[in-house]
């Protein structure tokens, strides 16, 4: 079952896949690699880049809320997913102003 529960909207479904998230981590790396390759002359290097956004794309993918894009989103029947449910399981309550009115 993959049905997650968002904690901090309250989203209940499946989550979305960010994969691609660190675009700018895989650039500076890939340049980084790029200039000492050029400056050393040591052209085997070049394969440390590739190597590196492999691995990247492989370990680093994030699952997310797609209503709120937050990544805080646990398992629907677990501990935590059913603390965030709990506000929800009275069903809909009418709201009413608590606070106190000044007395005239």
Request: hydrophobic content about 40%; charged content about 20%.
């Amino acid at each position: 079952m993959n049905t997650k529960v968002c904690k901090s909207c309250g989203y209940v479904g499946k989550p979305i896949h960010d994969e691609y998230g660190s675009f700018a981590i895989d650039g500076f790396i890939w340049l980084t690699t790029f200039a000492i390759t050029v400056i050393t002359g040591i052209f085997p290097l070049i394969i440390l880049a590739p190597i590196f956004s492999i691995y990247h794309l492989f370990t680093f993918k994030t699952k997310k809320c797609p209503k709120c894009k937050n990544l805080d989103m646990v398992r629907l029947h677990s501990h935590s997913g059913r603390e965030v449910l709990k506000p929800h399981e009275g069903g809909i309550q009418a709201w009413s102003d608590k606070r106190q009115k000044p007395a005239h």
